[in-house]
């Protein structure tokens, strides 16, 4: 069973910095994509970024391009989101995704979430 828990949100002013991990178990999960969506307040789920485990290839959204970067750490399972320069518009629910099969944009793991909230 896959597990993934996300970790790092917070409050943080416009023009910081957060850093969200996902700690990913109950697989190898090589071959998989990992993802980060987020959920802001009366919208869809959207996606932010994404990285291929085995090749680390990455994908960003046009909205972070710049800002967010995406990375994972074989050894710990963890996959991360730095986020600079956030703005208030990046204040949402962030979701951590991992899925079998390469897709980028579809998943069929899902975390918690967690909270990043700016402040303006």
């Known amino acids: 069973q896959v597990q993934l828990v996300e970790s790092g949100g917070g409050l943080v002013q416009a023009g910081g910095s957060l850093r969200l991990s996902c700690a990913a178990s109950g697989r190898t999960f090589s071959g998989y994509t990992m993802g980060w969506f987020r959920q802001a307040p009366g919208k869809e789920r959207e996606f932010v970024a994404a990285i291929r485990w085995s090749g680390g290839n990455t994908y960003y959204a046009n909205s972070v391009k710049g800002r967010f970067t995406i990375s994972r750490d074989n050894a710990k399972s963890t996959v991360y989101l730095q986020m600079n320069s956030l703005k208030p518009e990046d204040t949402a629910v962030y979701y951590c995704?991992?899925?079998?099969?390469?897709?980028?944009?579809?998943?069929?793991?899902w975390g918690q979430g967690t909270q990043v909230t700016v402040s303006s």
């Open positions: 995704a991992a899925d079998p099969s390469g897709r980028v944009l579809q998943y069929n793991y």
